[in-house]
């Protein structure tokens, strides 16, 4: 893991006018990698992922993708990574042999068994015309006709929106696939934490523009804690708690949410001389719905990936 | 690809409070210890698993070295994953440390749906008796 990372940016920022879109980013992908690029609509994901692919230049900071200043990506090196979006061009009267004919002229690492095996995945018949094609069925072309060149990393920006379960799915697989090849990256943005469950080894959170995690998805899950706190009457006032995120306050009884959970928080609690103190699991959802919750302090879990610049 | 099929399989569900590589390690623990797994029978390759549950196959590789870790499984080079004989990996005082929250857990929500001591220890003989019986059961297998 010691390769230079497949994506780094330093105090990445973009602006709107006066309104900052992303604000001081600073990341590391690791080569091999399938990273989720999470955050709330609006958060400033699909800024990032333009300005990474050089659509859009940074207001400040900079970039580098494959080690190339994302300012100036040269074709060769662009065409060396794969992106996949909504509004993929295609011409609705090509069938799909033929879209993917066009489309190898640009590419000379076209490998057009895996377009076939992608486009067979989602049971497209290659000579269905792409004016016919399902929602489902166009997003199982554009992944074949962004696959087939053989990216090293794949840049996915909300894949899986507006897609049926059975089409998500094989979505999700066909990145499960591409993991056979351990020096393939996938960088995808989504909502679907299920998705992120399955496939993602790191996970970022963009929150207002700024990151506020990136780590491994592991080391999110065990941040993120919930403890009860069983009292005989009613509870007590709560003290400061370092790292508190959410509270409930029923009776007799507190559930809280902490980041950073460890042995001072764990003191900080007992001190309040709970009848009964149990830790309860909670999913990766709800882990990240209180993270991002509007109560509670701010946190930060920026671990591992972290800049060390 | 000649040796034992695997007749066992797995089942993982996302958005779990229990993260999806403990789903797989309770899974063996629970297959191994009810007999629906013996000593010799091979497990998936992490590959194989990650494709057929869909999942990162880092987070099988997770799974699998925890188990190993355990004593549970060994990885035979060019063969695949086994379950072997269970070593002793915990002293047993840290065993015993092991049980207490299981049974505090398993206790207490038990307690919370009103069952008495009595009727508690009476369904706690049954299951076990249930537990081992199926073990002694599948024995017969190859």
């Known amino acids: 893991m010691n390769e230079p990372p497949v994506i780094r940016t330093r105090e990445l920022t973009r602006y709107f006018g006066r309104k900052p879109a992303v604000e001081g980013l600073t990341l590391d992908v690791p080569r091999g990698s399938v990273f989720a690029f999470l955050g709330r609509n609006g958060s400033g994901k699909t800024t990032t992922i333009r300005m990474l692919l050089g659509l859009m230049q940074p207001t400040r900071g900079t970039g580098a993708v494959l080690g190339h200043d994302i300012r100036a990506l040269p074709p060769g090196v662009r065409a060396r990574i794969g992106y996949l979006t909504e509004e993929h061009q295609l011409y609705g009267w090509m069938n799909v042999r033929e879209c993917g004919d066009f489309q190898s002229q640009f590419y000379p690492r076209w490998n057009e068994k895996v377009f076939r095996g992608v486009v067979g995945h989602f049971n497209l018949g290659l000579t269905a015309r792409v004016k016919d094609l399902s929602r489902g069925e166009r997003a199982g072309l554009c992944l074949g006709l962004t696959l087939a060149p053989e990216p090293e990393l794949l840049i996915l920006d909300d894949p899986t929106l507006g897609l049926d379960p059975v089409a998500c799915r094989s979505l999700v697989e066909s990145m499960i696939y591409l993991t056979r090849r351990s020096d393939r990256t996938i960088f995808f943005s989504s909502h679907q934490l299920a998705d992120v469950e399955r496939v993602a080894d790191y996970i970022a959170i963009m929150d207002h523009s700024v990151l506020r995690a990136c780590c491994p998805l592991e080391t999110f899950r065990n941040s993120v804690q919930q403890v009860r706190l069983q009292f005989p009457g009613a509870p007590p006032p709560l003290p400061a708690i370092p790292g508190l995120l959410q509270a409930f306050r029923t009776e007799g009884e507190l559930r809280l949410t902490c980041v950073h959970y460890n042995g001072a928080t764990e003191k900080a609690l007992r001190a309040l001389s709970p009848a009964q103190f149990e830790m309860v699991p909670i999913s990766l959802e709800d882990a990240f719905i209180s993270y991002l919750g509007e109560r509670g302090e701010k946190s930060f879990i920026l671990s591992e990936t972290e800049a060390k610049s | ?142």
Not at chain 2, 61 to 75: F, N, V
Request: hydrophobic share 40%; glycine share 6%; proline share 4%.
């Open chain 2, 1 to 142: 690809m000649c040796i034992s099929t695997v007749k066992f399989s797995f089942a993982i569900s996302t958005g779990s409070k229990v993260p999806i590589y403990k789903q797989i390690t309770d899974q063996v623990w629970m297959a191994v210890a009810s007999g629906r797994l013996a000593v010799g029978d091979q497990l998936p390759s992490v590959r194989a698993l990650a494709e057929e549950l869909v999942v990162n196959p880092n987070t099988i590789a997770h799974a699998y070295s925890d188990l190993t870790r355990d004593g549970l499984i060994e990885s035979r080079a060019g063969r695949g994953v086994f379950i072997v004989q269970k070593r002793k990996v915990f002293t047993s005082e840290e065993a015993r440390r092991r049980l207490e929250p299981l049974l505090d857990a398993a206790i207490g929500e038990a307690m919370a749906l009103d069952f008495s001591p009595q009727e508690l220890s009476a369904a706690f003989q049954k299951k076990l008796d249930q537990w081992t019986q199926s073990k002694g059961g599948s024995s017969d297998h190859e």
